[in-house]
């Protein structure tokens, strides 16, 4: 009985992410519908609104997995870390150079990111050992701006673009952004929907258990035996890996790679996500991200220069009014709801209170 009714069990409780994933594969096709388009223009990759729509969310999709990646070691570890953007930005460059300038294939060119993102992983790990706290977060912040400079300097010019970008990267036909722009929303939605249930897993295991326990007591962790070093390793690798991948995804889609995105400023960015839709739930940086492009796109349109004011005004609000993000705080009540229907069952069975 317990095995014939365990995949249904699963299934009721990833009801929700089945369903979200479901409206999200779609929400081209909607969107046609609703625009006079038909489903044969949306698979033809016509122009129109269903196009711009699946644009707009691959870029969503692609900030969901650098957002969910920075929770990893910062939500869920603990390690606070200034140079996450290091990350994104290695793979984003890394991907353009190999195939722009060394003409590689696109299945060369994965292998190579995932290999940096390997390497850099261990890099930030050679100082796990000696520095924590804010003394990581200034290292981690000195190694990321000195791949910000070196991306800009004169020398590297001709590969990285310099100031300017990287530009003119050659696309892969198979995931051309222009013309297989469905091709390229359904293959980033399924890496989105990959890379969550990877760190579903991973913090749901015994290895993420103790990640836990790192976040919320290093000391006492150790007092158990537990050499935190390699815990801390094992979620800066994953972590880097998923932003590498990320950054391949950018520079895939983008017509440019922008140096902007290897500074402190877009470390601050997948703060903010983390801070919309609550740190260390996993699922909360997704929803961030969302939240976070989403509410740049439309300010922008609407107000103009007037829009970073607005969205600034907007997240000192959710800082005040929602501290632990949407999803922290929907999660707080819905253990309100169970602390409260517990009480009401033992005041009608008659048993009293807590």
């Known amino acids: 009985m317990p095995t014939s009714s365990s995949p ?21 096709f909607v969107i046609g519908l609703l625009n006079g388009q038909s489903i044969s223009d949306v698979l033809a990759n016509a122009k129109g609104n269903a196009k711009f729509i699946q644009g707009l969310m691959i870029e969503v999709f692609i ?30 460059y890394l991907t353009g150079v190999a195939l722009k300038s060394f003409g590689w294939s696109l299945g060369q060119t ?28 200034l290292v981690t912040l000195g190694l990321a701006s000195v791949f910000d400079i070196l991306i800009k ?13 990287l530009q003119g990267i050659p696309r892969p036909p198979i995931l051309d952004p222009t013309d297989q722009r469905l091709r390229f929303y359904f293959v980033a939605l399924a890496f989105t929907l ?23 007591n290093e000391n ?28 391949l995804l950018n520079a895939l889609y983008k017509p440019i790679v922008s140096p902007e995105i290897a500074g402190l ?31 740049d796109f439309y300010f ?24 632990y993000g949407f999803v922290g705080a929907w999660r707080a009540r819905a253990l309100d709801f169970r602390r409260g229907r517990a009480r009401l069952l033992h005041l009608f069975g008659g048993r009293g209170g807590d």
Not at 67 to 92: E, K, P, Q
Not at 195 to 206: I, N
Not at 220 to 245: E, Q
């Open 63 to 92: 900030l969901a997995i650098f957002a969910i990646s920075y929770d990893l070691i910062l939500g869920i570890t603990g390690l606070l870390s200034f140079g996450h953007a290091m990350f994104f930005a290695v793979g984003s």
């Open 265 to 295: 400023g877009f470390t601050v960015d997948g703060l903010l996500m983390l801070l919309i839709g609550g740190m260390g739930t996993l699922s909360g940086a997704m929803v961030g991200a969302g939240i976070f492009r989403l509410l």
């Open 110 to 137: 994965i292998l190579a990111v995932l290999a940096a993102g390997v390497i850099q992983a261990l890099l930030f790990g050679i100082v796990l050992p000696r520095v924590k706290g804010i003394t990581f977060a």
């Open 194 to 216: 990959l890379v969550f249930l990877l760190y579903k897993r991973f913090v749901d295991s015994p290895t993420g258990r103790v990640c836990i326990a790192i976040r919320e």
């Open 153 to 165: 300097t004169r020398e590297l010019g001709e590969y990285t673009g310099s100031d300017v970008g």
């Open 220 to 247: 006492r962790a150790r007092m158990l035996g537990y050499n935190t070093f390699y815990f801390k390793l094992a979620a800066l690798t994953l972590s880097s890996l998923t932003a590498a991948m990320a950054g």
């Open 300 to 323: 922008d349109r609407w107000f103009g220069e007037a829009s970073s004011f607005l969205i600034g005004g907007l997240y000192v609000l959710l800082v005040l009014f929602v501290p």
């Open 8 to 28: 249904r069990t699963w299934l009721r409780s990833q009801l929700g992410l089945i369903l979200i994933v479901l409206a999200l594969a779609a929400l081209p």
